[in-house]
Nanobody, 122 residues
Framework: QVQLVESGGGSVQAGGSLRLSCAASGRTFSMGAMGWIRQAPGKEREFVAAIRWSNYIQYADSVKGRFTISRDTAQNAVFLQMNSLKPEDTAVYHC????????????????WGQGTQVSVSA
């Protein structure tokens, strides 16, 4: 089993920035891809970004150029730097992980954190 704990959420105005962190523990050697999935009230879960090792990265079109994902393999951590935030970025952000490669399908991720709230006001 892998445990994921997120931190760094909060409330900001549009145009602001936040940095999310995710610490992994447990059978971390089994993790291939790590990433972020978000869910806004009344909406489906949405892929945000994922990373495998340090050089295989994928972003949702809605966040390209604004969000940056990075990973510290030695520390078993993944980060999401979010800049130029928009009200439509408001959601609960979940850290996710899976043994395999990158995927944009939320259901393909085996491990999920509890989530951290990000709220962006206009």
């Amino acid at each position: 089993q892998v445990q994921l704990v997120e931190s760094g959420g909060g409330s900001v105005q549009a145009g602001g920035s936040l940095r999310l962190s995710c610490a992994a523990s447990g059978r971390t050697f089994s993790m291939g891809a790590m990433g972020w999935i978000r869910q806004a009230p009344g909406k489906e879960r949405e892929f945000v970004a994922a990373i495998r090792w340090s050089n295989y990265i994928q972003y949702a079109d809605s966040v390209k150029g604004r969000f940056t994902i990075s990973r510290d393999t030695a520390q078993n951590a993944v980060f999401l730097q979010m800049n130029s935030l928009k009200p439509e970025d408001t959601a609960v952000y979940h850290c996710v992980a899976r043994p395999g490669g990158l995927t944009t399908i939320p259901d393909d991720y085996d491990y999920w954190g509890q989530g951290t709230q990000v709220s962006v006001s206009a």
